[in-house]
């Protein structure tokens, strides 16, 4: 009976072979998509499909070799085959064009000092030590401004494009009308706090970032309609913040650095803003009741890859607004992401 049962509950050969079939596909599948994306062939598409050599010829490749890759390509989504040998486009790699949105995972999946940080992982998780930081000596941002600045461009505006997806879900949860000045810490090239300008005509905007990232602002803030409500000033959020404000915002900001780091950044806050002033912390919060999704768990991975840091539980953040001398009020879930909200005392 016991030998009956085991038998039962053994893997058939077929699944094992089913099994390491998946598993395959999904080791190499990223580096097509990484091969396809340096190649600029989600670009090279027109509307009309295209054979191989024509495709070769604008992307400068190897037409034999590339119709290989494309193949492949296709047979995950990226990309769709026609019964004239030729191919098209797909839902997926419209997505990926440069234009859109998908324009950060290209950015993700060509920065090849990215790449690899991510082969040193094994020796990562020995050392505890985020291997960017370890491998090339220096964090993933300076990195880029002081090695490839038109990729760091890129790449923080395509941080704009991607996170716009989700200004409206933040924009419509925060209530802001008893605030009449809001500094927007790390908010990049600054869509946020234009779309939570023009949400809140009262308010007075503050973009803060680094001078590279905020020499890049969006036009309506430095120069547009909303210039005269928005200053933009560059700094170091460990060091110092913009002061005098009544609200502190930092969307995607503290799942970029460590827990010391954050205390840091939070700290500044607290003693930069007026007292009782609000400070909105807008991240990915990990679930404390169950495993995370594999999106949350795959975003964790990458944070520490690229930052040596991670995404955090309710409890994970309630803990650095201690540290840091705020006082945690409480989390609002939103579509996207979940916005915590934590308080400066009344006495500064």
Same mark, same amino acid.
């Given at each position: 009976?016991?030998?009956?049962?085991? *038998?039962?509950?053994?893997?058939?050969?077929?699944?094992?072979?089913?099994?390491?079939?998946?598993?395959?596909?999904?080791?190499?599948?990223?580096?097509?998509?990484?091969? *396809?994306?340096?190649?600029?062939?989600? !670009?090279?598409?027109?509307?009309?499909?295209?054979?191989? @050599?024509?495709?070769?010829?604008?992307?400068?490749? @190897?037409?034999?070799?590339?119709?290989?890759?494309? =193949?492949?390509?296709?047979?995950?989504?990226?990309?769709?085959? &026609?019964?004239?040998?030729?191919?098209?486009?797909?839902?997926?790699?419209?997505?990926?064009?440069?234009?859109?949105?998908?324009?950060?995972?290209?950015?993700?999946?060509?920065?090849?000092?990215?790449?690899?940080?991510?082969?040193?992982? @094994?020796?990562?998780?020995?050392?505890?030590? *985020?291997?960017?930081?370890?491998?090339?000596?220096?964090?993933?941002?300076?990195?880029?401004?002081?090695?490839?600045?038109?990729?760091?461009?890129?790449?923080?505006?395509?941080?704009?494009?991607?996170?716009?997806?989700?200004?409206?879900?933040?924009?419509?949860?925060?209530?802001?009308?008893?605030?009449?000045?809001?500094? @927007?810490?790390?908010?990049?090239?600054?869509?946020?706090? =234009?779309?939570?300008? =023009?949400?809140?005509?009262?308010?007075?905007?503050?973009?803060? !970032?680094?001078?590279?990232? +905020?020499?890049?602002?969006?036009?309506?803030?430095?120069?547009? #309609?909303?210039?005269?409500?928005?200053?933009?000033?560059?700094?170091?959020?460990?060091?110092? +913040?913009?002061?005098?404000?009544?609200?502190?915002?930092?969307?995607?900001?503290?799942?970029?650095?460590?827990? #010391?780091?954050?205390?840091?950044?939070?700290?500044?806050?607290?003693?930069?803003?007026?007292?009782?002033?609000?400070?909105?912390?807008?991240?990915?919060?990990?679930?404390?009741? =169950?495993?995370?999704?594999?999106?949350?768990?795959?975003?964790?991975?990458?944070?520490? +890859? &690229?930052?040596?840091?991670?995404?955090? &539980?309710?409890?994970?953040?309630?803990?650095?607004?201690?540290?840091?001398?705020?006082?945690? +009020?409480?989390?609002?879930? &939103?579509?996207?992401?979940?916005?915590?909200?934590?308080?400066?005392?009344?006495?500064?």
């Amino acid at each position: 009976m016991r030998e009956e049962l085991a *038998g039962e509950l053994e893997p058939s050969s077929q699944d094992v072979g089913d099994a390491i079939e998946k598993i395959m596909v999904h080791l190499f599948s990223a580096q097509l998509l990484r091969a *396809g994306l340096k190649l600029g062939l989600p !670009d090279a598409f027109g509307d009309d499909p295209v054979a191989p @050599d024509q495709l070769a010829r604008r992307v400068g490749a @190897d037409p034999a070799v590339l119709h290989r890759l494309l =193949r492949a390509l296709a047979s995950i989504g990226v990309f769709q085959a &026609t019964t004239a040998g030729r191919y098209t486009h797909s839902p997926l790699s419209r997505i990926l064009q440069s234009s859109d949105a998908g324009l950060l995972l290209g950015q993700a999946a060509t920065v090849d000092a990215l790449w690899q940080a991510w082969s040193s992982l @094994d020796t990562a998780v020995r050392s505890g030590d *985020g291997p960017f930081r370890a491998l090339h000596g220096t964090d993933f941002y300076t990195y880029l401004s002081e090695y490839d600045p038109e990729q760091s461009a890129t790449f923080h505006a395509a941080m704009n494009e991607a996170t716009a997806l989700d200004n409206d879900d933040v924009v419509g949860a925060l209530d802001l009308t008893a605030v009449s000045r809001l500094v @927007d810490v790390g908010g990049g090239q600054g869509g946020l706090l =234009r779309d939570l300008l =023009r949400h809140n005509r009262h308010l007075q905007g503050v973009l803060f !970032d680094t001078e590279s990232v +905020v020499g890049n602002a969006v036009p309506e803030l430095s120069s547009g #309609e909303l210039a005269d409500r928005c200053e933009i000033v560059a700094g170091d959020a460990r060091e110092t +913040v913009p002061a005098g404000a009544e609200a502190y915002l930092l969307r995607l900001v503290l799942h970029n650095w460590d827990d #010391e780091s954050c205390v840091r950044i939070l700290a500044a806050c607290a003693r930069a803003a007026r007292p009782g002033a609000r400070v909105f912390v807008v991240e990915t919060v990990l679930p404390a009741d =169950r495993l995370p999704s594999a999106t949350e768990a795959m975003m964790d991975m990458g944070m520490f +890859v &690229t930052f040596g840091s991670g995404e955090r &539980t309710e409890a994970e953040f309630a803990k650095l607004f201690d540290r840091a001398g705020l006082a945690y +009020v409480g989390l609002t879930p &939103t579509p996207s992401f979940s916005i915590l909200e934590a308080r400066v005392g009344s006495g500064g």
